[in-house]
């Protein structure tokens, strides 16, 4: 404290000034920011997002869905037992009576020499058409790998049965024409290719047309129809490929697997015939066996035929 002589009063210090001066004046208010405030605030930002899952179209969008999938389950709920949809039957007993009649000549787990194998394909086959007969073989492979992924073609002995619509493309229109080409103007081809027709079966090519199918790959590759050197319907001599295409020639090729499914003749053939087109194609996959297989390469072969059960054959059995 301060004494002034003069008025003879006590004066107070500056630290007491400061104190009084504080409590005087105005108290300044802070915006008050609460946890609401930023939380409703970061919600309108959602809401006015342009685009995106925050957008206010998209957050619609949402709970339609979520009304409408509240009322699918309330109104299963309110349905009457008897409304309910069942469980699945198992295949084996949504099976037809004839299908179930012809499968019960064949024994669960046997495996048929396969004479008696091909015997039984005919016998088993009920449809009123000429059933195609397929071939199944289960090979000890990875098709993952390049060198395990088995494919070849061959001529079966005694064709396979189907009559194949071919569409030839080469300069020489006129020799694919005599060869049997069904299709051979390359300008109608081309055309229909340009709007996505595909009205073949086999599609075979000179090599000097081929750089003008590489923008084509998309559509023939997935369908197993891109002309290919392995499969010999990339030719310089494309009325010889036509007559093979004709008299048999067949291709196959491992699936992811590791089966190769092929068919090998019609119901119609004799059982000479199917034999002896089924020891072309064991005797074509013997000799593509990879060389890094070691031991078994053939695990499980099956015959059958179009909607026909399924038949084991022994693999010993096969030459």
Do not use: C, W
Request: aromatic share 4%; hydrophobic share 35%; glycine share 4%.
């Amino acid at each position: 404290m301060l004494i002034d002589h003069r008025r003879s009063k006590v004066m107070p210090t500056n630290n007491k000034l400061k104190q009084e001066d504080a409590e005087i004046a105005p108290k300044k208010l802070k915006p008050e920011t609460t946890k609401t405030s930023v939380k409703d605030a970061t919600e309108t930002k959602e809401v006015t997002a342009k685009a995106g899952k925050r957008s206010a179209k998209a957050i619609a969008e949402k709970q339609q869905q979520l009304v409408k999938q509240q009322k699918k389950l309330s109104s299963q709920d309110s349905l009457p037992e008897k409304t309910k949809p069942r469980a699945t039957k198992p295949r084996s007993e949504r099976r037809s009576k004839q299908y179930k009649q012809v499968a019960s000549l064949v024994e669960a787990n046997k495996a048929y020499a396969l004479e008696e194998a091909i015997k039984l394909a005919k016998k088993t086959s009920f449809v009123k058409f000429d059933a195609t007969v397929e071939l199944h073989v289960n090979l000890a492979v990875d098709p993952k790998h390049a060198d395990q992924n088995v494919r070849d073609n061959l001529m079966l002995p005694h064709g396979s049965g189907k009559v194949l619509k071919i569409a030839a493309l080469s300069s020489d229109e006129a020799a694919s024409k005599e060869a049997g080409a069904d299709l051979y103007k390359l300008d109608d081809i081309f055309n229909d290719l340009d709007k996505g027709v595909i009205n073949f079966d086999i599609l075979i090519a000179s090599p000097d047309i081929m750089p003008r199918l590489g923008k084509y790959a998309k559509t023939l590759g997935p369908r197993g129809l891109m002309p290919n050197p392995k499969s010999g319907t990339v030719s310089n001599n494309v009325a010889k490929a036509i007559a093979e295409a004709k008299a048999g020639r067949v291709e196959y090729r491992v699936d992811s697997t590791g089966i190769i499914h092929l068919g090998i003749g019609k119901v119609s053939f004799s059982e000479t015939n199917l034999k002896a087109n089924i020891e072309a194609v064991i005797s074509s996959l013997k000799s593509n066996k990879p060389s890094s297989i070691k031991g078994e390469y053939i695990k499980a072969v099956h015959l059958s035929t179009s909607m026909g059960p399924s038949i084991k054959v022994e693999v010993s059995s096969l030459t």
